[in-house]
């Protein structure tokens, strides 16, 4: 080494959110000096957005932790990799022996699908493990998207894209992508994306109860009351089948069950269902005959369809009316992508409810029962109730539902391991937290979002800086934890179970009907990548095995993990492609208009229209630019500046409450309390009020210095854990009924919560 230092440029996807946007990284002895958007990124061209910037800042926060963690009474002590193991050993393996495999739940957070430890090794020590308390943030997210999709689809990844880049006419329901940056749709630089399309004499109309930045920039702005768009979509359907305008165009001989379709609609015509969503029929009429009459049209719906008490029906409401106007699977509607990585599925048809809960009986979807429910498996007594709990990049303590019952159940636990760069409010409660390594130590692949893309593209970034000494990889520590739930002890071989799960993707690769390598012999394959090992073995046997794949010689030119990495910028496959009938997996081979479980909702709509109180008070959320859900309020950059938590409060109600800006509201559900500042505002409807998720970090133990000094209350101790989507068990947390008070002085002196 010379004592001079080295500058360098490196360029790589960011793992923040669901973009992907190329980032160009500047490095002055492995440390970031400057984050820009990578021009010359294929996918992005230089966008970036505040979070994306301030990625050094992120890496190199002096909260983060390095070195496992290990709880001693009331006091942390740091430890070295084996001892951490070793201790985890001691106390999981025992209650795996004398409870069971269901006694011990795992929780995958969020940022599981933005690196490739979660992506390819939690399924391993998933499967180790053996449990069926399986939690991921899937459940308080897109849920309900993968359910309807897998009933009419086939599989539940086989989710529509709308194509923003060539639609002339797209209505967005619950979601806000100028703050988002789009999810369920990955499109870096989704505001130019937006632009482009009005630029070309398109039109953009945003469904919404706030006049969100979304709105701002759209032809057209339809305010609804939460948790209603089901009734809108019901009403769209219903105009379309009156007026004549079904078109299904090519679609028609994919395409089963339309007149079950009719008729379970029949009863919420647009003026049936008008008053509650606040919509006037015939807005809801011409929102139809709009989308009948442009050329290409796609409607599309994210967290304001999903996380709600219809969430299912809602979310496949969407696709129906885009298949009914004849624009699934067609330029500029909604399309299925073909990613260049994508894993060898089964051909088992898609259902719900293979196992249930076990205290509230919920079905199991997509291997993993409703984080709703988790707090009750860990406090209700019982055979297999839930004693230790795994959390693997995950806030459950602010990202599900009651959060009050959440931190009591994980206080109750007889063990907890968290894989977490810091303590949170979820891994405060651990006996153990193992921290992954800084991002650019890692190799990353978008293999999750270019399922979702609004383009076909590859983009891999090798590691760019060396693992510090001492660390683990991610994909390390989950394999040590595999090794150990798997009875192997602390000391489990990393390189043999790296071996095995690489063996196994291979006997599926070569065994799967759909497989292009079908039938080839495994070892060859293996042969083929034995230079790597971890994610990036599995990564090559994926790409070179995919559909653009060089199939292990037999295709020139195809992709392998080299091609990508001769190019660092990405590589553009373009735009989406027509995949029907062959994208389709269920058992009639065609699109299931009208699966029986979803049409089987349909009456709990219909009588779900009494209850709606159209006087009463209901809670929505929202996203701000400088958030990541419960995580990034550390960042100092992002941390400066005006208090993102506030209550968003009409000015109307406010008058009535006798509140104005900065007075501090009380928020109750039948789950609790919270009380906010409030911001008034005319861009919320009135009767709706608005809080962000993810904020409440003033809680004893966070190790968090800058979140502290902002901390915001936490939404979730409102939302109610009783209260799901029932087919796919996502939580409601938009449009949760609530009621206000003023708090005066004297009460304000009161703890937040009752
Ligand atoms: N009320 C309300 N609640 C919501 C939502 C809402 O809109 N309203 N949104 C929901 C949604 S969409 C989601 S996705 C969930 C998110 O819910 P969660 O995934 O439970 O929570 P996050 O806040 O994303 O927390 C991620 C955790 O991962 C850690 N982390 C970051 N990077 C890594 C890494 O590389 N490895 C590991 N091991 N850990 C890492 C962070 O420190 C943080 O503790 O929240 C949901 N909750
Ligand atoms: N900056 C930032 N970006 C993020 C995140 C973040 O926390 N911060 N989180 C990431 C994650 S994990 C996800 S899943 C995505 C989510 O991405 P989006 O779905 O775009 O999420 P939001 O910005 O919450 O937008 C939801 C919108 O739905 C509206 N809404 C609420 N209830 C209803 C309803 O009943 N009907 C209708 N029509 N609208 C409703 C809200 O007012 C809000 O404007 O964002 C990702 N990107
Ligand atoms: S939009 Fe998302 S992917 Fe792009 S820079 Fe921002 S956080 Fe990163
Ligand atoms: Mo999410």
Redesign the pocket.
């Known amino acids: 080494m010379t004592a001079t230092s080295t500058q360098r440029t490196v360029y790589r996807s960011c793992p923040l959110c669901e973009a992907t946007c190329g980032l160009e990284i500047a490095l002055e002895d492995d440390e970031i000096t400057r984050v820009r958007g990578d021009a010359d990124d294929v996918f992005s061209e230089g966008f970036i957005c505040p979070k994306g910037a301030t990625l050094g800042e992120l890496e190199a926060d002096p909260d983060r932790l390095h070195r496992p963690r290990l709880r001693r009474g009331d006091a942390w002590e740091e430890v070295g990799w084996d001892d951490a193991f070793a201790v985890i050993d001691e106390h999981l393996s025992p209650i795996l022996e004398s409870h069971g495999r269901n006694a011990v739940a795992a929780?995958l957070?969020?940022?599981n699908v933005?690196?490739l430890?979660?992506t390819f090794y939690a399924r391993a020590l998933l499967k180790t493990l053996g449990t069926r308390n399986v939690y991921t943030?899937s459940t308080?997210?897109q849920m309900p998207k993968h359910v309807s999709s897998g009933y009419m689809f086939g599989h539940p990844l086989t989710i529509p894209i709308p194509d923003i880049d060539r639609t002339d006419h797209l209505v967005m329901l619950g979601a806000n992508p100028l703050m988002s940056n789009g999810s369920l749709c990955t499109a870096p630089d989704f505001p130019g994306r937006l632009k482009a399309l009005r630029d070309r004499g398109g039109r953009l109309v945003v469904v919404d109860p706030r006049r969100s930045r979304t709105a701002e920039v759209a032809d057209e702005h339809v305010w609804i009351r939460p948790g209603t768009d089901a009734y809108l979509l019901a009403g769209i359907v219903q105009t379309l089948f009156d007026e004549g305008l079904v078109r299904l165009r090519d679609l028609a001989a994919h395409t089963d069950g339309i007149e079950a379709v009719e008729e379970s609609i029949a009863g919420l015509p647009p003026e049936r269902v008008a008053s509650a969503c606040g919509v006037p029929a015939d807005d809801i009429r011409r929102m139809a005959r709009e989308l009948a009459a442009a050329d290409r049209a796609v409607v599309y719906g994210r967290?304001g369809t999903s996380?709600v008490r219809f969430g299912t029906v809602t979310s496949w409401l969407v696709d129906v009316v885009n298949i009914l106007t004849g624009n699934l699977d067609r330029p500029g509607g909604a399309m299925f992508t073909t990613p260049a990585v994508a894993a060898p599925r089964s051909g088992r048809p898609f259902t719900t409810g293979r196992w249930r809960s076990r205290v509230r009986d919920l079905p199991e979807a997509l291997g993993e029962l409703p984080v709703a429910t988790l707090a009750d498996e860990i406090l209700t007594p019982g055979d297999e109730q839930v004693r230790a709990l795994v959390t693997?990049?995950?806030?459950?303590a602010?990202?599900?539902p009651n959060s009050a019952r959440m931190e009591e159940a994980l206080a109750s636990l007889g063990f907890m391991v968290s894989?977490?760069?810091?303590v949170?409010e979820?891994?405060r409660f651990a006996d153990v937290i193992l921290p992954?390594p800084p991002?650019l130590t890692r190799g990353h692949y978008d293999v999750a979002f270019y399922y979702l893309s609004v383009r076909d593209i590859a983009n891999y970034s090798p590691p760019a800086v060396p693992l510090p000494d001492g660390a683990l990889d991610?994909w390390e520590i989950l394999l040590r934890l595999a090794g150990i739930t798997a009875g192997q002890g602390a000391g489990a071989d990393v390189d043999a179970l790296d071996g095995f799960v690489a063996a196994t993707l291979v006997q599926q690769l070569t065994t799967a009907p759909s497989s292009r390598v079908a039938g080839r012999e495994p070892d060859d394959l293996l042969a083929a990548v034995s230079e790597r090992r971890g994610p990036e073995r599995l990564l090559d046997l994926l790409l070179r095995s995919g559909p653009y794949g060089d199939l292990f010689g037999e295709r020139d030119e195809g992709l392998t993990l080299g091609v990508l990495e001769d190019n660092p910028h990405g590589i553009d496959l373009g735009p989406l492609k027509p995949r029907l009938p062959e994208v389709l997996t269920t058992a009639s081979g065609r699109v299931e208009l009208a699966p029986e479980a979803i049409i089987g909702d349909m009456d709990r709509l219909e009588a779900g229209l009494a209850d709606i109180d159209t006087d009463g008070f209901v809670l929505v959320?929202r996203?701000h630019l400088r958030t990541?859900?419960?995580?990034m309020h550390n960042v100092p950059s992002l941390a400066k500046g005006r208090d993102l938590c506030t209550l968003h409060v009409h000015p109307d109600d406010a008058e009535g409450l006798g509140v104005g800006d900065g007075d501090d509201v009380a928020v109750s559900s039948r789950a609790g309390t919270v009380v906010a500042p409030i911001e008034v505002t005319s861009d919320i409807m009135r009767g709706v009020v608005s809080l962000p998720?993810?904020f409440g970090h003033d809680v004893e133990g966070v190790e968090q210095s800058v979140a502290r000094e902002q901390p915001g209350v936490n939404?979730?101790l409102v939302?109610d854990h009783l209260d799901i989507d029932p087919l796919s068990g996502n939580a409601v947390?938009?449009g949760i009924p609530v009621t206000l008070s003023r708090v005066t002085a004297e009460a304000a002196q009161e703890p937040a919560t009752v």
Request: aromatic letters at 6%.
């Open positions: 929780y957070g969020n940022p933005h690196n430890a979660g943030a308080v997210d967290i996380t693997i990049a995950g806030n459950p602010r990202s599900a894989v977490d760069p810091y949170t979820t891994s992954p991002h991610e959320g996203r990541n859900n419960s995580w998720h993810g939404s979730n939302a947390l938009n």
